[in-house]
């Protein structure tokens, strides 16, 4: 299970392992108060949860994949091999072509 680490809000990587229930119990719990307080955290935990909801959708035959190409370079990445702050531009990147 995944922790859940958060002072002011909830990383991208958070929200995902919540949606996906990746996350332990104890930090499910510490999640689920900060978004009783957190609009901001609220609001990309229902985008990332429209978006899974998408996906599953228009992948009801189960034949959604990625791409090979992409599928090895994840499995050869390092949890540290990208730097925190470009983590975040990657994903508003990503979350901005979900719209």
């Not at 991208?12 to 332990?24: H, N, Q, T």
Request: charged content about 25%; hydrophobic content about 35%.
């Amino acid at each position: 299970m995944r922790q859940f680490d958060s002072i002011d809000h909830l990383s991208y990587e958070a929200v995902a392992a919540l949606i996906d229930g990746e996350l332990s119990p104890s930090a499910t719990q510490r999640a689920h108060s900060h978004l009783a307080e957190c609009s901001d955290c609220r609001e990309e935990t229902q985008r990332q949860q429209a978006a899974a909801a998408a996906v599953r959708l228009h992948n009801g035959d189960g034949c959604l994949r990625a791409p090979r190409s992409l599928v090895e370079k994840l499995a050869l990445m390092t949890d540290g091999e990208i730097p925190a702050e470009e983590t975040h531009s990657l994903w508003s990147k990503l979350r901005g072509g979900l719209k």
